[in-house]
């Protein structure tokens, strides 16, 4: 079974530009999450989406971070305009089902992109 | 509000003794925890994971106990092996959403 695959690995860009990531999850997995992890922090969530539709972007800095999901399979996260914060690590995601007893659902990370923001 | 805690940033460990790692959570709703461990420049790997409704779980060299009165878990790796230095991270989720991560616990095994 293939794993999360991420693209690019590493970006290295200049404040104020914009970045793209994408994201295909395992397959058959209905629920997608999107990350940031900071050098020396644990993951912290920023969406999570269900099939197409997004369960919680609480997190998520709406006035520079985008998200979406069309047709339920693969994503992309757009930071624009950056800034030198939004240097981190961002790891995609995925589970079979986030609607059910939690036990036994498991998440799995893809080799996250890494983002420096000179 | 750090809703899980993984107190100590590092660990040492020799060769063939136990490794411990220790992560405290704050809500009570939690009712699913996981341990992923983390090679440098790859992603978190999914390890153990333990119901609430369990008090403890085995594979292999890995044990996670689970003190839901003291909302304390822990994981246990007997023996410590150097391919298990990595940075070990405490996951904990309610209703299989919200998966709340904890800051992590370096764990260097010395040979």
């Known amino acids: 079974e293939a794993g999360v695959a991420q693209s690019p690995r590493y970006k290295i860009i200049e404040k104020r530009q914009s970045v793209a990531f994408w994201c295909n999850p395992i397959?058959?997995?209905?629920?997608l999450y999107w990350y940031q992890q900071i050098l020396g922090q644990g993951p912290k969530l920023l969406i999570q989406f269900q099939n197409n539709g997004v369960v919680d972007d609480s997190q998520l800095p709406k006035d520079r971070f985008s998200a979406e999901r069309l047709k339920g399979v693969d994503s992309t996260l757009k930071i624009q305009p950056a800034k030198l914060e939004d240097s981190a690590v961002y790891l995609c995601?995925?589970?079979?089902?986030?609607?059910?007893?939690?036990?036994?659902?498991?998440?799995?990370f893809g080799e996250g992109s890494w983002l420096t923001v000179v | 509000d750090q809703q899980v805690k993984q107190n100590s940033p590092s660990l040492s460990v020799q060769e063939g003794r136990i490794s411990i790692l220790n992560c405290d959570y704050t809500n009570s709703m939690f009712d699913y925890f996981l341990w992923y461990k983390k090679y440098p420049a790859e992603g978190p790997t999914f390890l153990i994971s333990?119901?609430?409704?369990?008090d403890k779980n085995e594979d292999g060299r890995f044990t996670v106990f689970l003190n839901k009165s003291a909302k304390h878990l822990s994981l246990h790796i007997v023996p410590s092996q150097p391919g298990d230095s990595a940075v070990y991270f405490c996951?904990?989720?309610?209703?299989?959403?919200?998966?709340?991560f904890g800051p992590g616990t370096r764990l260097s095994v010395l040979p």
């Open positions: 995601a995925s589970s079979r089902d986030s609607a059910t007893p939690s036990s036994g659902n498991t998440i799995y």
């Open positions: 397959s058959g997995h209905a629920t």
């Open positions: 996951a904990a989720s309610f209703y299989g959403q919200n998966f709340v």
């Open positions: 333990i119901s609430s409704i369990k």
